[in-house]
Nanobody, 120 residues
Framework: VQLQASGGGLVQAGDSLRLSCAAVGHTFSNYAVGWFRQAPGKEREFVVSINRRGEPTDHLQSVKGRFHISRGNAKNTVYLQMDSLKPEDTAVYYC??????????????WGQGTLVTVSS
């Protein structure tokens, strides 16, 4: 499964940004999808996920109420809506697919990252 993440950029604290993850030649109907991020000098961390039905299933506590994951009607794009961004949200964001489970448990396909920079 080839994934393409896009939508990153430079924003100010408090702004919103929407990231997209497109499945090339596939739809997400059969996959659980998750977003991860990796800040400079830190390990990659899980952010949020949806199951195969497109229902949100888990999220990082620090993004609760600010980040929302959804799947497009065509089911070949997954979005990460990020509101009230903070400088600590600065990171490279990655989308990933778990093709082996109904819920997102263990990614086995990754997209390239998209950089989000939040200035204070």
């Amino acid at each position: 499964v080839q994934l393409q993440a896009s939508g990153g950029g430079l924003v100010q604290a408090g702004d919103s940004l929407r990231l997209s993850c497109a499945a090339v030649g596939h739809t997400f109907s059969n996959y659980a999808v998750g977003w991860f991020r990796q800040a400079p000098g830190k390990e990659r961390e899980f952010v949020v996920s949806i199951n195969r039905r497109g229902e949100p299933t888990d999220h990082l506590q620090s993004v609760k109420g600010r980040f929302h994951i959804s799947r497009g009607n065509a089911k070949n794009t997954v979005y990460l809506q990020m509101d009230s961004l903070k400088p600590e949200d600065t990171a490279v964001y990655y989308c990933a697919v778990d093709s082996g489970h109904y819920n997102f448990i263990r990614p086995d396909y990754w997209g390239q990252g998209t950089l989000v920079t939040v200035s204070s």
